[in-house]
């Protein structure tokens, strides 16, 4: 188990933009979002900011009047960090830092700073190192002006900066060395992947903070570390697992998050490599969350653009236990029943239907229907089995209760 320090939480406020792209109520589920993600990072958000704007302005995205009373707050009340939803361009970085006189982030160096916490091997904290220095290369000047590495806290966590006149060298120089160690890595792990032998791969993917983790522990009997924060996984796990008498190797993989920072699909990409390997995906959701289904569709995303979207696919629905529904009285004639007052079974019987057998539901946590999950598993890593090696067929019974 990995000991965790004791963080001194940094007081922080966030600002979303409502525009075209995302309205009122999906800037509050991405800022709900940005909440936990500042909160893993070690920050307590104070007060939430979101400005409608149909234009962005290129030099702070947010309007003068706005910009100003978040001024004002930032200055009575103290605070570290003001963190952004959207992406920030180097420029405009740099010239909010020079109005607030604080640190300023976005989502992507947000995410970026929780990987730089999370890495615990060697080839992890050099894949976020890379990822970081990439993000920073085109803000370095600002980096400057006041955010000396001593200050510490969210975002300055990771490679320290230098010297204005050589760091752009210097940092070009560090990233073309880390992609050579990677390069050397990923042929190393490669060689791993190859030599693991004709056994099935089983990769466990899906949003984070979703149980892949927890679920990990349980069907491989493993201490996997798990937590209820974003990222709590970033080096990918793999495990002999044997259900009946049939091995295959699982493996628990980084989360997948909405915006996902470009750098950290390039970085990860030996661990992503594992999902492009699998044989069969086990896609866990946290039903119990209000956005499973955007969740669902982030995952999908980026499953399709590192060409692993038609992959063979089990659905698993975790977090039944924390499943809870909106109800609407027998005489309450004026609420109208939408997708927040479905129960499970009814969810069943939505797109979910289209799943067929490949969508099961359970509670990792508590083991509910793990039996039922088991055998589901069992049954289609058998058939991959058999089509690769149909000689072994009478060895693996075509039903797990048959041992």
Sequence with gaps: MIEQTNIEYEKTVLIGVINAQQNEKKVKEYLDELEFLTYTAGGEVFKRFVQKIDVPNPKTLIGSGKILEVETYVDEHEIGAVIFDDELTPAQQRNIEKILRCKVLDRTGLILDIFAQRAQTSYARTQVELAQYEYLLPRLTGLWTHLERQKGGIGMRGPGETEIETDRRIVRDRISLLKKKLLKVDRQMETQRGNRGALVRVALIGYTNVGKSTLMNVISKSEVFAEDKLFATLDTTVRKVVIGNLPFLLSDTVGFIRKLPTQLIESFKSTLDEVREADL?????????????????????????????????????????????????????????????????????????????????????????????????????RDIHITRFPYNNFLYPEHLDQY
């Design 281 to 381: 995906l086990l896609h866990v959701v946290d039903i119990s969350h209000p956005q499973f289904e955007e969740q669902i569709d982030s995952v999908n995303r980026i499953l399709s653009e590192i060409k692993s979207g038609n992959k063979r696919t089990i659905m698993v629905f975790n977090k039944i236990d924390q499943y809870s529904r909106e109800t609407i009285d027998d005489d309450d004639l004026v609420t109208e029943k939408t997708e927040k007052h479905f129960s499970i079974e009814e969810w069943r019987q939505t797109w979910m239907q289209r799943v067929g057998d490949n969508a099961i539901f359970i509670s990792a946590l508590n083991k509910e229907n793990l039996e039922e999950f088991r055998k589901k598993v069992y049954n289609e890593v």
